[in-house]
Every structure is written in structure tokens, then in C-alpha cells.
């Protein structure tokens, strides 16, 4: 059974920043594309950014480009999102997913595995 567990969420004031980190378990981490969502209350779920399986190509939502960065580590089974400059509209859930996927996506359709989130405030 394929598991994923976020980490990392907190409090944190506006322009600072902090590190999520998702570990996977259960199957063949290198396998799948990794992705991380956000969810923020009345809104529905948004696609934030995603790595290749070797961890060479990434795509960002533009809400975060140029301030948060995905990366993978497959011998640790685990995906991180580093985000920096952080804002109080980055307040959210996020969320982890993975998926056999060709390319890119950003639909959360296409993702087979969840984590449970993890809640990120920034204040203002």
C-alpha cells in the first residue's frame, strides 16, 4: 500500500520560509512523477508544482515561480518544496501527490496517491 506523509508546515511570518518534505512508502518512489498541491478554505484545490522522476525537470504554478522549488531525493523516497518569500495568500493545506504520469500535468486527475496535507500559515 502506497503511502505519502507531508511534514514541515507551521506558522510563519510574511517573506519568511520554510521546507516541506513528503516521504513515500510502499512502492517504487523513482517511478513517479511527484507533485505538491495547495488548498485554502472555499477554494478549491490548486496545482503548485511538479518534478520529473529523475528530478531534472520541474514546473511551477505562476503564483510561485521564482519563490518556491521542487526537489527530489529517490534513494530517500522523498519530495521537497522549498518556498521562500513566503505571503499571506500562500496560507493553505498542501498537499503531496504522486502519479505514473507521461509529462506534465498539472490536473489533480491525473495523481493516484495523496498525502493527508499539511497546514502552512503566513501571517501578515
Known amino acids: 500500500q502506497l503511502q505519502l506523509v507531508e511534514s514541515g508546515g507551521g506558522l510563519v511570518q510574511a517573506g519568511g520560509s520554510l521546507r516541506l518534505s513528503c516521504a513515500a512508502s510502499?512502492?517504487?518512489?523513482?517511478?513517479?512523477?511527484m507533485a505538491w498541491f495547495c488548498q485554502s478554505p472555499a477554494k478549491e484545490r490548486e496545482f503548485v508544482g511538479d518534478?520529473?522522476?529523475?528530478?531534472?525537470?520541474?514546473y511551477y504554478a505562476d503564483s510561485v515561480k521564482g519563490r518556491f522549488t521542487i526537489s527530489r531525493d529517490n534513494a530517500k523516497n522523498t519530495v521537497y518544496l522549498r518556498m521562500n518569500s513566503l505571503k499571506s495568500e500562500d496560507t493553505a493545506v498542501y498537499y503531496c501527490?504522486?502519479?505514473?504520469?507521461?509529462?506534465?500535468?498539472?490536473?489533480?486527475?491525473?495523481?493516484?496517491?495523496w498525502g493527508q496535507g499539511t497546514q502552512v500559515t503566513v501571517s501578515s
Open positions: 501527490a504522486m502519479g505514473r504520469i507521461v509529462g506534465h500535468t498539472s490536473s489533480d486527475k491525473d495523481y493516484d496517491y
Open positions: 510502499g512502492g517504487t518512489f523513482s517511478n513517479y512523477v
Open positions: 518534478v520529473s522522476r529523475t528530478g531534472l525537470i520541474t
